[in-house]
T-cell receptor
Framework: GDSVTQMEGPVTLSEEAFLTINCTYT??????LFWYVQYPGEGLQLLLK?????DKGSNKGFEATYRKETTSFHLEKGSVQVSDSAVYFC??????????FGPGTSLSVIP | EAGVVQSPRYKIIEKKQPVAFWCNPI?????LYWYRQNLGQGPELLIR????????DSQLPKDRFSAERLKGVDSTLKIQPAELGDSAVYLC?????????????FGEGSWLTVV
């Protein structure tokens, strides 16, 4: 069945470091792919999305490219800030309107 | 534009007691979701509505959980009786089905602790 796999956390980085959080998926058809972010005590917020192969989603300095050949959607940011500390969820949206989430990767950025 | 509104934000109950959560989706969104998020895990779908019809409730524990979406707008999720393992965050979300890429928008969640 459809599923999402993310790299395990927690991830701890120093401010201004480069961030990569790996995400791979298994799906039939042509899913949409998402990254959601959850700050402490809050609900999930959409960070970025891509709806077809080779699309690049970007927002707030974060980027992810939909790679159909490797079934991946890795999240990257060139220079993280303390305010980026949160839990990041990769998700896929199936052709029948079901959204499946990965287990989340916790990121802590230290000054 | 108002986002997805949920209440209560926090609830502590004793096991075997009932509890109910309410959700008001974003205006115009015809699809409504209830997810459960256990500590340290990703959200898992409990039920999805298209307007007032439950189109996917395969993961809803129907012996103790029930949900309704009257008039295709607000929704209520109920647990009766609650068990210790029901402690989690209950997230409501909504979307406009025809939105390209079926982006869903979440409320802040209802945090349930069963003691």
């Amino acid at each position: 069945g459809d599923s999402v796999t993310q790299m395990e956390g927690p991830v701890t980085l120093s401010e201004e470091a480069f961030l990569t959080i790996n995400c791979t998926y298994t799906a039939t058809g042509y899913p949409s792919l998402f990254w959601y972010v959850q700050y402490p005590g809050e609900g999930l917020q959409l960070l970025l999305k891509a709806t077809k192969a080779d699309d690049k989603g970007s927002n707030k300095g974060f980027e992810a490219t939909y790679r159909k050949e490797t079934t991946s959607f890795h999240l990257e940011k060139g220079s993280v800030q303390v305010s980026d500390s949160a839990v990041y969820f990769c998700a896929l949206g199936t052709s029948y309107d079901k959204v499946i989430f990965g287990p989340g990767t916790s990121l802590s950025v230290i000054p | 534009e108002a986002g997805v509104v949920q209440s209560p934000r926090y609830k502590i109950i004793e096991k075997k007691q009932p509890v109910a959560f309410w959700c008001n989706p974003i205006s115009g969104h015809n699809t409504l979701y209830w997810y459960r998020q256990n500590l340290g895990q990703g959200p898992e779908l409990l039920i999805r509505y298209e307007n007032e019809e439950a189109v996917d409730d395969s993961q809803l524990p129907k012996d103790r959980f029930s949900a309704e979406r009257l008039k295709g707008v607000d929704s209520t999720l109920k647990i009766q009786p609650a068990e210790l393992g029901d402690s989690a965050v209950y997230l409501c979300a909504s979307s406009w089905t025809v939105d390209s890429g079926n982006t869903i928008y979440f409320g802040e969640g209802s945090w349930l602790t069963v003691v």
